[in-house]
């Protein structure tokens, strides 16, 4: 299995560019989610979904859209980016229950 | 905001000494799991413990919880420099979808 698998690995955007960040899985997890790493705030949910066609706002989703029309895939997409979105981002998914969440390595995104 | 606040923020010990680290959170939870993180890297599972468990054992790693004071600690006994990393603790609140929400983090240092 190759587990969560994200890209692109880095990415440099202008302002007021939009892009898609992929995230996908092969173990058949319904529970998968998106958060944002930066220094000194850990790990915030910017949206997660529950299962194909289930998706629902994290703690920081404005200026990011999600949909899940399959298991496999939960693709993130920023509308207009902004300074404000420069962050790693990081994709993770869970079986029921989310007991234990498996993350991928992570999109680091600059937006100049 | 975040759900989860760990301490200490960074912790430098030698090897060999225990690592302690602690956790507070704010609503009632379904269970408490703990994550590191190795620089630059996405998150990796560590230990889970349910809200009906007060202490729990993983090799080096035991995990307390005391729901009453809504806080954890994870100790990491007999510490290596390869512990030398980022650690979370990351909430599964009561009801709902199953959000994760994870805390700031305690960077922890371990000299050889």
């Known amino acids: 299995n190759a587990g969560v698998t994200q890209t692109p690995k880095f990415q440099v955007l202008k302002t007021g560019q939009s892009m898609t960040l992929q995230c996908a899985q092969d173990?058949?997890?319904?529970?998968m989610s998106w958060y944002r790493q930066d220094p000194g705030m850990g790990l915030r949910l910017i949206h997660y979904s529950v299962g194909a066609g289930i998706t629902d706002q994290g703690e920081v989703p404005n200026g990011y859209n999600v949909s899940r029309s399959t298991t496999e895939d939960f693709p993130l997409r920023l509308l207009s980016a902004a300074p404000s979105q420069t962050s790693v981002y990081f994709c993770?998914?869970?079986?029921?229950?989310?007991?234990?969440?498996?993350f991928g390595p992570g999109t680091r995104l600059t937006v100049l | 905001s975040q759900q989860g606040e760990e301490d200490p923020q960074a912790l430098s010990i030698q090897e060999g000494e225990n690592a302690t680290m602690n956790c507070s959170y704010k609503t009632s939870i379904n269970n408490l799991q703990w994550y590191r993180q190795n620089s630059g890297r996405g998150l990796v599972h560590l230990i889970l413990i349910r809200s009906n468990e007060r202490e729990k054992h993983s090799g080096r790693l035991r995990v307390t919880l005391d729901t009453s004071k809504k806080s954890s600690s994870l100790l990491i006994t007999a510490s290596r420099a390869a512990d030398t990393a980022s650690y979370f603790c990351?909430?599964?609140?009561?009801?709902?979808?199953?959000?994760?929400?994870f805390g700031t983090g305690t960077k922890l240092q371990v000299i050889p």
């Open positions: 990351a909430t599964v609140q009561v009801g709902g979808y199953q959000k994760v929400t």
């Open positions: 173990m058949n997890h319904e529970y």
């Open positions: 993770a998914s869970s079986p029921p229950g989310a007991d234990t969440q498996y």
